[in-house]
């Protein structure tokens, strides 16, 4: 989305055999691996960020 900056969007696919819990472990070591921090992450939606804040 131009104007909103550069975006990662990280999918883990697990196996059958595996939980939730394994994928978000697996999410985790490539976050950190890539070097992302829990507070560089975002919620919400493109629109969401393409409104102005109020404030």
Do not use: C, H, N, W
């Not at 969007?9 to 070591?29: F, H, M, N, P, Y």
């Not at 950190?32 to 393409?50: C, F, H, I, S, W």
Request: net charge negative; charged share 35%.
């Amino acid at each position: 989305m131009e104007g909103l900056g550069d975006f990662l969007k990280l999918e883990v696919v697990v196996r059958e055999d595996q939980t939730d819990s394994d994928g978000d472990r697996i999410a985790q070591g490539v976050m950190q691996r890539l070097g992302v921090k829990p507070e560089d992450l975002l919620r919400g939606t493109y629109l969401a960020l393409l409104k102005p804040r109020d404030g």
